[in-house]
């Protein structure tokens, strides 16, 4: 799978989660918590810091259905845009 990077600051979305400084698995847990009070169609911004995170969320997205629009990292944080099925 190709990593898609886009400018998450422009793209549109419902909710945001700061899981910055935390480790695997809070980041995916919290996300799940979030995404469960979308309604189907819309998106979460999640930014992290947990490098583990790219992996986890590419992970959790194919386990849940829920599309992982882009994730792009900048420095040590990464953001990530999942729209929930």
Do not use: W, Y
Request: with cysteine.
């Amino acid at each position: 799978m190709s990593d898609t990077l886009l400018d998450t600051e422009i793209m549109e979305f419902n909710k945001e989660l700061d899981a910055r400084g935390l480790n695997c698995p809070l980041p995916i847990l919290k996300a799940k918590k979030a995404l469960a009070e979308l309604q189907s169609g819309e998106v979460l911004r999640i930014m992290a810091t947990d490098p583990g995170s790219v992996r986890d969320f590419q992970a959790f997205a194919k386990q849940t259905g829920n599309a992982l629009l882009a994730h792009v990292q900048t420095g040590t944080e990464f953001v990530f845009l999942m729209q929930r099925k």
